[in-house]
């Protein structure tokens, strides 16, 4: 297989992980590549982001896939041979051997020990200098000595562990001694120490990233490309999934909030601007008409008045949707310049107004200050839409009118209580317009109490809403224009 062929395959795999790349872009990307030539690994990497890469959330997994397709050759730099021979990484070009540490089933304990202790304290003096090459190879080493173990079931070869290389290294507990050498005393504390610990802390999640990278390259030799490539290429972060995110997924998932409405309110500025005309003026264009003999050659048209309208968010916080409540109340935060009104309210098993909470510039507490101050609580702290929906057309009924754009939000299982359809309906006839955002898959719809077949009739439309993808693609949809 050539390189051409491998750039093909490379493709292949940034399209089944979700990236889209077309063939005019390949063209591309092999154009450039061409131009600058296969001999520096980081400018091809550089020449296949430029030209195949549309959006930074696909970064991190256009480089996962490339260290696999295109990984580095130990000893001379760089190694863009298409099929490397299993464990042809333990040695350069010319056949020498690179890696000098022996296997780890030819060391007693106490000589393990000590290559771990020797290793650590290369990487406390790399992490210092900031050497990366240094860096990197004692990445490689890390997984030679202490991140193999036997195939698995017997299979030949070798199985490589993530955890057991950095366990070995633990460069987390590093951190201190790097404090203490770059700091004085009257350093401590302050600015420089908060600079000092982030650098340092960069630098660390750079090794760790090397080792992962290094344990993949391996995996790789051992089993092949694409097994591997299926379980190191996670969903992008616009398609994780609210319900099942995990807690660095999260992280990542408020990150893109505001990015991701500045977005849509710089697209809907734009609607805006293009359809500031209105209808056609006919009596104006007429009168206009008579100093061009008749001909209306200066069409008139009526001034368009931009239409705000309200919004009201009716929101379950209750534990089985709470991640996705909080990005969607984040985002109705953020949003709350395109809208002339915005209120919000949130339920478990009783309806309570949360407004209050989205119009502090720290947003990083606010299901926190909703779950301990709000009154989301009546009888046992499960859901029930029924009484949250009494409840709400009860005290706030008034919120809903003709200019009110009604969003809900859950997954509508109700726990097989009362669903108070009809005075639901009698709400969402009072809306504008009603539309309920539901994180579950659509084939669980109606499964066991779900009550989303009784919802469902009642608004304008109830949207599968699993991610941040289907977020947007809604909000953009129904942004006033």
């Known amino acids: 297989m050539n390189l051409l062929d491998r750039t093909v395959d490379f493709v292949a795999a940034l399209r089944r992980a979700g990236i889209p790349v077309s063939s005019a872009e390949t063209v591309d990307a092999a154009t450039a590549v061409g131009a600058m030539g296969w001999a520096d690994r980081d400018a091809v990497r550089a020449a296949f982001a430029a030209t195949l890469i549309k959006r930074p959330l696909?970064?991190?997994?256009?480089?996962?896939l490339f260290d696999l397709y295109f990984p580095p050759r130990i000893g001379d730099g760089v190694s863009l041979d298409p099929s490397p021979e299993p464990h042809a990484a333990s040695g350069s070009g010319d056949g020498e051997p690179v890696d000098k540490a022996p296997a780890p089933e030819d060391l007693s304990p106490e000589e393990l020990e000590e290559l771990r202790r020797a290793l650590r304290d290369q990487l406390l003096d790399a992490l210092r200098d900031g050497n990366d090459e240094a860096l990197r190879d004692l990445a490689r080493r890390?997984?030679?000595?202490?991140?193999?173990?036997?195939?698995?079931?017997?299979?030949?070869?070798?199985?490589?562990?993530?955890?057991?290389?950095?366990?070995?290294?633990?460069?987390?507990?590093?951190?201190?001694?790097?404090?203490?050498?770059r700091l004085g005393e009257a350093e401590r504390g302050g600015l420089a120490e908060r600079v000092a610990r982030q650098t340092i802390s960069d630098r660390i999640r750079a090794f760790e990233e090397m080792v992962a990278a290094e344990v993949r390259r391996r995996m790789a030799e051992e089993r092949g490309i694409e097994a591997v490539e299926r379980s190191a290429v996670g969903p992008l972060d616009d398609q994780v999934e609210f319900l099942r995110a995990s807690q660095r997924d999260l992280i990542e998932l408020r990150r893109q909030v505001y990015p991701l409405a500045r977005r849509l309110a710089t697209q809907l500025t734009a609607r805006r601007h293009l359809g500031r005309t209105g209808r056609l003026d006919f009596r104006r264009t007429v009168r206009a008409s008579l100093a061009?003999?008749?001909?209306?050659?200066?069409?008139?048209?009526?001034?368009?008045?931009?239409?705000?309208?309200?919004?009201?968010?009716?929101?379950?916080?209750?534990?089985?949707?709470?991640?996705?409540?909080?990005?969607?109340?984040?985002?109705?935060?953020?949003?709350?310049?395109?809208?002339?009104?915005?209120?919000a309210f949130a339920f478990i098993d009783t309806t309570d107004e949360v407004t209050r909470f989205l119009r502090g510039l720290d947003l990083g507490d606010m299901m926190a200050r909703i779950s301990s101050e709000a009154e989301l609580v009546w009888y046992d702290g499960h859901s029930d839409y029924g009484h949250a929906i009494d409840v709400f057309a009860e005290r706030y009924g008034e919120s809903v009118g003709p200019r009110t754009s009604l969003l809900i939000l859950g997954d509508a299982r109700n726990n097989y209580r009362p669903t108070s359809a009809q005075l639901f309906r009698?709400?969402?006839?009072?809306?504008?317009?009603?539309?309920?955002?539901?994180?579950?898959?659509?084939?669980?719809?109606?499964?066991?109490?779900?009550?989303?077949?009784v919802y469902a009739d009642v608004v304008d439309e109830m949207v599968e809403c699993r991610n941040v993808a289907q977020l947007e693609e809604f909000i953009e949809r129904i942004l006033p224009s």
């Open 426 to 453: 009698r709400l969402c006839g009072q809306a504008r317009h009603a539309y309920w955002l539901n994180p579950e898959p659509r084939g669980y719809w109606g499964s066991g109490d779900s009550a989303t077949d």
């Open 292 to 343: 061009t003999g008749g001909v209306p050659v200066d069409t008139k048209f009526r001034p368009r008045k931009p239409h705000k309208p309200e919004l009201v968010v009716l929101c379950d916080v209750s534990g089985s949707v709470a991640s996705f409540a909080h990005f969607t109340l984040l985002l109705t935060h953020a949003l709350r310049e395109q809208f002339s009104k915005v209120r």
């Open 142 to 181: 890390a997984v030679t000595s202490f991140g193999g173990g036997a195939g698995v079931g017997g299979s030949t070869g070798r199985s490589w562990y993530l955890y057991r290389a950095l366990r070995a290294m633990s460069a987390e507990t590093l951190i201190a001694q790097l404090l203490n050498d």
């Open 58 to 64: 696909y970064r991190s997994a256009f480089d996962t």
